[in-house]
């Protein structure tokens, strides 16, 4: 793991408070009395009202369905893994020897976790405003195009189009298993063509689980 330091370079912000960023980065299976989950939390809801604003100032004659329809397209887990690849966040997270031969530095769930902790500890000690600029910095560099036709990538229509071609059939999609508390479930999804599983991904809803199995399924495809 390389010294934080650089990561507060690359955000552009030093911390004072050098525990937050600690806790920010610490995975729960790092085994401390502290983990970056409470962060997390607050993270994903500043995360959301900095998006929710910076959309509506940028389509200002845009309606309220499609203004929900971009926001849904960033604030999700494969948009804040983007943003935390942007920065190599996996690089400094702090991790149990287990769950780094895991690979787990780079594992969507926990990097879109540890983005949303480091934008909420960032709120608390500089307040709302220093967390909009480094996260509306981070989104526009990420995202050189922001609209419905750049963002809205349907991964299963795309994967259906190419199996019919390629197949003569359509892929089906089975749930595997369900996991965790009702406000925080995730779902594993496979999915299966002529009768074989091509791909499995884990998602916060079953949607977005079918969209991630599908995304990879064209991609080993078109290997």
């Known amino acids: ?19 937050l960023i600690i806790e920010a980065l610490t995975h729960k299976s790092y085994k401390k009395p502290y983990n970056n989950e409470r962060l997390e939390f607050l993270g994903d809801a500043v995360l959301d009202l900095i998006v929710g604003e910076y959309l509506f100032s940028k389509f200002p004659n845009s309606n309220e369905g499609f203004l929900s329809k971009i926001r849904a397209s960033l604030v999700n887990e494969s948009g804040f893994t983007l943003l935390a690849k942007t920065i190599n966040l996996g690089n400094y997270i702090f991790l149990s020897p287990a769950e780094e031969n895991n690979n787990g530095r780079n ?24 967390a909009k600029k480094i996260a509306v910095a981070l989104l526009e560099e990420a995202y050189p195009q922001i609209d419905l036709q750049s963002l809205s990538k349907d991964y299963k229509t795309a994967l259906q189009e190419l199996t019919q071609a390629t197949h003569g059939v359509t892929p089906s999609y089975e749930l595997l298993s369900s996991c965790g508390p009702d406000h925080k479930k995730e779902f594993e999804i496979a999915v299966i063509l002529d009768d074989a599983t091509i791909a499995t991904a884990k998602g916060k809803s079953k949607k977005e689980a079918q969209q991630k199995a599908a995304q990879i399924a064209l991609e080993a495809l078109k290997r």
Do not use: V, W
């Open 107 to 130: 594992k969507p769930s926990l990097l879109s976790n540890a983005f949303e902790a480091i934008i909420g500890a960032i709120y608390l000690e500089g307040g709302l405003q220093t």
């Open 1 to 19: 793991m390389s010294d934080y330091s650089q990561l507060e370079k690359r955000l552009n912000y030093t911390f004072k408070d050098k525990q």
